[in-house]
Structures are given as C-alpha cells and as structure tokens.
C-alpha cells in the first residue's frame, strides 16, 4: 500500500501562492497517474489536477492557467504550484492516484483571506 504525505499549505491572502508537496512511499508511483484532489467544508472531493507518468498534464476548468502540477519520479514526489488563489480555493488538498485511489494521507489546509 502507498503512503501519502502532503505538505506546503498555508494561509494566504487573495492573489498569493503556495506550493504544495506530496511524498509517495512505494515503486508503483512512478507508473501511476497522480492527482491533487481538493474538499472544501460542506462540498464533494474534486479533482484539480493530474499528471500522467510521462508528465501530461490535465486540470479543472477552475484552476486552469493558475494552478501546475508536476512530478519527480525520482524522488517520488507530485507539486502543485498555485497562484492567483482565491478565497473559493480554500480546501483540505490531498494528492492521489488518479483513478483508483489508494489510502488518503492527512491532506494538507490551504486557506485563502479576501
């Protein structure tokens, strides 16, 4: 089973950054499409974005053109840079295979101030 840890969140104000860090445990990382997921209080989890082994990437509509996801197989790692944040990007991110998830890490509190 992998073991997910995400790290980098934060609180920021409307128009910052933060770059969230996920560390996968586990060789089948490197042949898995990964994601960052988020869930916002009162709301479904929703994808954001994933990146494919090969380092295609896809993203909501939401977060297109703010938001970069990437990876390093090497170290087993998946990033999301996220700029331009908005007060509606306040969520719980988690990152994950995509599809077919595996155990949820804690997730990591990214809050954004108007």
């Known amino acids: 089973q992998v073991q997910l840890v995400e790290s980098g969140g934060g609180l920021v104000q409307a128009g910052g950054s933060l770059r969230l860090s996920c560390a996968a445990s586990?060789?089948?990382?490197?042949?898995?499409?990964m994601g960052w997921y988020r869930q916002a209080p009162g709301k479904q989890r929703e994808l954001v974005a994933g990146v494919s082994s090969g380092g295609s990437t896809v993203y909501a509509d939401s977060v297109k053109g703010r938001f970069t996801i990437s990876r390093d197989n090497a170290k087993s790692m998946v990033y999301l840079q996220m700029n331009s944040l908005k007060p509606d990007d306040t969520a719980v991110y988690s990152c994950?295979?995509?599809?077919?998830?595996?155990?949820w890490g804690q997730g990591t509190q990214v809050t954004v101030s108007s």
């Open positions: 586990g060789s089948i990382f490197n042949f898995s499409t």
């Open positions: 994950n295979r995509v599809p077919g998830v595996w155990r």
